[in-house]
């Protein structure tokens, strides 16, 4: 079974609906791929040839530690996972996985390692920052110095990409995805599903704060 398949399957890509997206626009469609930590084994082969396709398409240098890093919560299973059965099936190879962890301090958000033992395995060694969903690009922008304070992002990998993202946009050597979206999105202002008066969703997304802030909007809301 494909990528695409698994996605439709586990119903991680929805189409046809309301949503509004985390920057305040609005759209027909979402990727949930949180849903995939229902189904392990899906979960497992997508990470792992996430991971192996961005090893052989970046080119690293094979002699080099390799440390594949994500944010908590998915960006750190994807890692620990994929590295799980990477190592399996490249006994040879020096690879480790680790997360980080956002924690607020004097009310800024700030980062730390969830396992202070990746600290002496990460310095010096090739970086894959590996997560689910590149969107904006603001997660991977907040945490880049962080990660590069202990090693080199060598290369960024995702499960589906919907900025339509370069690595030289990105300012990283390589830049991977699985899959690439283009959803068409809408300004809350000029959106032609609210001139519809079509239902939000507010199980998904940033539906919940948009219908705190507009609960007279005459489509409504629904759950999914």
């Not at 110095?145 to 946009?169: C, H, L, P, W, Y």
Request: charged share 20%.
């Amino acid at each position: 079974m494909n990528i695409t398949q698994i996605l439709a399957e586990t119903q991680a890509v929805l189409r046809g609906k309301h949503f509004v997206y985390s920057g305040g626009d609005h759209g027909e469609d979402y990727i949930n791929l949180r849903v995939l930590k229902e189904f392990p084994d899906d979960f497992a082969l997508i990470s792992y040839q996430l991971l192996e396709q961005t090893i052989t398409h970046a080119k690293l240098n094979t002699a080099k530690p390799l440390v594949v890093v994500g944010p908590e919560t998915l960006g750190a299973m994807m890692a620990k996972k994929a590295v799980e059965l990477y190592q399996h099936d490249n006994p040879g190879r020096q690879i480790a996985s680790g997360y980080f962890k956002a924690i607020e301090v004097n009310g800024k958000k700030e980062y730390m390692w969830g396992d202070g033992d990746i600290i002496p395995l990460i310095k010096g060694a090739q970086v894959i920052w590996i997560d689910d969903l590149m969107d904006a690009g603001s997660t991977l922008e907040r945490t880049r110095m962080f990660v590069e304070n202990f090693g080199t992002i060598v290369a960024v990998a995702v499960i589906a990409d919907r900025s339509d993202s370069k690595a030289e946009q990105l300012r990283i050597p390589h830049f991977e995805a699985l899959l690439e979206f283009v959803f068409p999105r809408y300004s809350a202002n000029m959106c032609p599903l609210c001139a519809a008066h079509k239902p939000i969703v507010t199980s998904l997304g940033y539906g919940k704060r948009f219908q705190e802030i507009n609960p007279d909007y005459p489509g409504g809301f629904i759950d999914i």
